[in-house]
């Protein structure tokens, strides 16, 4: 059964840098969002949220990520497969998401 998951980041970055710095890195998302399994990913942004589907080894996942002043929401809902890793995945999209938000 699909699981869905919500990630919240806080950052003091503001909305702009924050959208960069999410456009220009979300390939280290994606990496620790397919738990190691090898997905193709297809994009787009409306505004400032940047929509994504993955698809691999007959899975789907799906999911938004909305940049918001203060805080990055990402919301996906993971395939059977990797449901029950949710919360390893859970991890490494928040490590990888607190990274590229840290004020540097």
Not at 43 to 53: A, H, N, P, Q
């Amino acid at each position: 059964m699909a699981r869905p998951v919500t990630i919240t980041l806080s950052h003091d970055l503001g909305k702009e840098e924050a959208r960069r710095r999410v456009a220009e890195n979300f390939d280290k998302i994606k990496s620790a969002l397919s738990g190691g399994i090898t997905f193709r990913f297809t994009e787009e942004w409306s505004g400032d949220r940047l929509s994504f589907t993955a698809k691999g080894l007959g899975q789907n996942i799906k999911g938004d990520i909305d940049i918001f002043e203060a805080h990055v929401r990402i919301v996906v809902v993971l395939p059977a497969l990797l449901a029950g890793i949710a919360e390893s995945i859970s991890g490494s999209v928040e490590k990888q998401g607190q990274i590229l938000l840290e004020k540097k």
